[in-house]
């Protein structure tokens, strides 16, 4: 079955003269068995995109901005439900917000064939995945084949068994000049740029050190929260985002952040091979607790469906189905070595944040002359902050930092240091500070620059592997070891 939603509100009005109904969160019609034509316009521009089964509202998030070279015009495939459907109220209240609203037009098939419709019609010629990622790699794969580029939410893969399929997606990719790319946002996140820029310059941080197994000279971390605001609203999550075979494990799902941060502060434009660069030592798993009570609240469901009976603990059957508690694997923690330097990366989830906090990230980076940390805790009322902490304070060490800072400031106005104790807070202007969602739009512009000139760095492939070769072999080692 073919639905089209044309979300903006003069078109919305057209169809419903026309149609005479209108359907959710746009005009709809139904019993066509072809997807809906691209407008004539659209081969003005370059890039047409393919959304394939979004589930999860990341693959919303790169529509939440217009972009020169993409046309307005997208195509979705997916199976019918509410999770098509979430994504297309995202849209539409994109474009109907009242600052800068979207024009998106969205052309939406549904149907169990919904794979097999997107590659025979052809309506676009790259492909958006972020959803269930049971079957993503599989999705990567036959997209690439099929000639489509493919940009891709994380994780592309969930386990060691899909990771030889993976890498032989790249290979499929680089042979068919198409770009397949995952989305990471934090390195637009402007501490983390910054931490970048100063390891970069040895006058601050010296060297980077090594470290030991019980003090890495890497350590990074992350907290996610079930419960969520995204665009303003509260989020409704499916409940197979719960599901560790469906949606992956904490382990090598979120994790992918921290090992990529790792990879590109530490070692910038570096090529890693991860048969020679990498050890992965130890790793550990762990679930958090989830209540039916907050189940509810987060899936709007009254139950736990029968998928997620494994991971029950308490009472599942009257008279205290409110004792059930849903055990999930969403933690994890790795120690490897890159290159020889100690690393451990550690991933957390837990149903809601503090009050004036949101998901959160700490992280430092050691080098000889001084460690560059990355603090989001109480103290800094909860706001991402970069310090620079020396190995040894002194007089020669605070000129040596006031003097090289300034060819950092100069990249960067209005950035600056001041001192508290021993350390020195970067501090940085508000108009750095763009927000998680913005960075969506960074991703995909930056994707876009890679398609019209095909040209990716050489490293970005080899470190895409790395990162997902450590995030599985991780998770195979905590299974076998815990």
Excluded at 143 to 161: E, R, T, W
């Amino acid at each position: 079955m073919t639905l089209n939603y044309r979300f903006s509100a003069a078109a919305s009005f057209l169809a419903c003269i026309l149609l005479l109904s209108c359907q959710g969160s746009g005009a709809s019609h139904s019993g066509d068995s072809t997807a809906a034509p691209v407008d004539s316009n659209s081969v003005a521009k370059p890039v047409r995109l393919i959304t394939l089964d979004p589930g999860h509202f990341h693959a919303a998030l790169v529509q939440k901005s217009m972009y020169a070279d993409i046309d307005s015009v997208v195509s979705v495939y997916a199976p019918a439900g509410p999770d098509v459907q979430s994504h297309l109220d995202k849209i539409n209240a994109y474009n109907a917000r009242p600052k800068d609203p979207t024009h998106w037009v969205e052309h939406v098939y549904t149907g169990p064939d919904y794979l097999q419709k997107m590659i025979a019609d052809k309506a676009g010629n790259t492909v958006i995945l972020a959803g269930n990622n049971r079957e993503k790699t599989t999705y990567i794969m036959q997209s690439l084949q099929a000639g489509f580029n493919v940009l891709g939410d994380k994780p592309m893969v969930i386990d060691d068994s899909a990771f030889g399929l993976l890498r032989q997606a790249f290979d499929t990719a680089a042979a068919h000049r198409h770009i397949l790319y995952d989305i990471m946002t934090e390195r637009y996140e402007i501490t983390s740029i910054l931490q970048r820029e100063l390891a970069a310059i040895p006058a601050i941080y010296g060297v980077q050190e090594k470290g030991s197994a019980a003090h890495p000279g890497i350590v990074a971390s992350s907290i996610h929260r079930w419960y969520k605001y995204v665009s303003g609203s509260a989020l409704t999550r499916p409940a197979w985002f719960f599901d560790v075979s469906q949606q992956g494990e904490g382990i090598v799902d979120v994790m992918n952040h921290l090992v990529d941060l790792v990879q590109w502060a530490a070692f910038p434009d570096q090529t890693l091979d991860y048969t020679k660069d990498i050890r992965v030592d130890d790793a550990r798993h762990w679930t958090t607790d989830l209540t039916l009570s907050q189940f509810k609240t987060i899936t709007k469901l009254d139950t736990f469906p029968g998928f997620l009976q494994k991971a029950l603990t308490g009472a599942t059957t009257l008279p205290r189905p409110q004792d059930t508690v849903l055990k999930v694997y969403a933690d994890g923690e790795i120690d490897y070595r890159l290159k020889g330097v100690y690393v451990r990366t550690t991933a957390t989830w837990t149903y809601k944040a503090p009050t004036g906090a949101d998901d959160t990230y700490t992280s430092m980076i050691r080098g000889s002359r001084a460690s560059l940390l990355i603090l989001q805790d109480s103290a800094q009322q909860y706001h991402s902050t970069l310090y620079i902490e020396p190995a040894v304070a002194s007089q020669d060490y605070e000129q040596a930092l006031t003097t090289a800072f300034t060819s950092l400031q100069a990249k960067y106005p209005g950035i600056s240091l001041k001192k508290e104790g021993t350390r020195w807070e970067v501090v940085i202007p508000d108009s750095y500070k763009e927000g998680h969602e913005s960075h969506f739009a960074r991703v995909t512009q930056k994707f876009l620059e890679y398609v019209k000139n095909n040209d990716m760095p050489a490293w970005e492939v080899p470190n895409m592997i790395a990162k997902y070769y450590i995030t599985t072999a991780g998770l195979a080692l905590a299974r076998r070891q815990h």
